[in-house]
């Protein structure tokens, strides 16, 4: 039986015409990272030459193991949590740039997922008077982004997979892989 992961990978390039990085984020599934080099160009097709600058198998989030189920299986284990992608934006005095800070979230819904992102320290320490850390305004918080990642997996992996939530206490963090990985390398 194969051992099927769910990856979150910052994708990063320079495409013509702009002066700096760009970066996206992709989920997707695999056994290894390299397994997942085809959906990657996929997902953006736009980038002429991509890097990895992070990436992470994700196996815990809040307290929750997370698992990649064969989408056959999804009668015996329904999920009363959802795993949300957060991409909070905010600003720091004198520095012309808006930062960003991408967090993982399990709730039972958008919002509960919301207030887990307004207790990082990011939102409480990135921003200031006129300039607050921010989510979607529809969420009643600015708030950059909010996804439900099982909404957001091509289509290869939406038909043939589901993720399986089970809360388990203890579990060690999932390991951040940081720093530029050439796409050969992969």
């Known amino acids: 039986m194969a051992d099927w992961k769910l990856y979150m990978v910052l994708l990063g390039c320079k495409p013509p015409g702009r002066c700096t990085e760009q970066h996206d984020i992709f989920f997707g599934i695999g056994e290894t990272l390299a397994d997942l080099k085809t959906a990657m160009q996929q997902f953006w097709k736009e980038a002429p030459k ?24 999804e009668a015996s284990y329904p999920n009363s949590q959802t795993l949300f992608f957060i991409n909070l934006g905010g600003y720091r ?9 991408k967090l993982l979230a399990v709730a039972a819904t958008s919002g509960e997922a919301v207030q887990s992102a307004k207790e990082t320290a990011f939102y409480r320490h990135t921003g200031f008077e006129g300039a607050h850390a921010h989510i979607d305004d529809k969420y009643g918080v600015d708030v950059d982004d909010i996804i ?36 050969e390398k992969i």
């Open 50 to 73: 991509i890097h990895i600058d992070a990436w992470r198998e994700v196996g815990v989030v809040n307290g929750y193991r997370v698992t990649v189920e064969e989408r056959a299986a």
């Open 93 to 101: 005095k004198n520095e012309f740039d808006e930062f960003h800070y």
């Open 148 to 183: 439900n990642i099982e909404e957001i997996l091509s289509v290869q992996y939406k038909n043939r997979y589901r993720l399986r939530l089970q809360q388990q206490a203890g579990q060690p963090a999932d390991t951040l892989h940081l720093g530029y990985l050439k796409w």
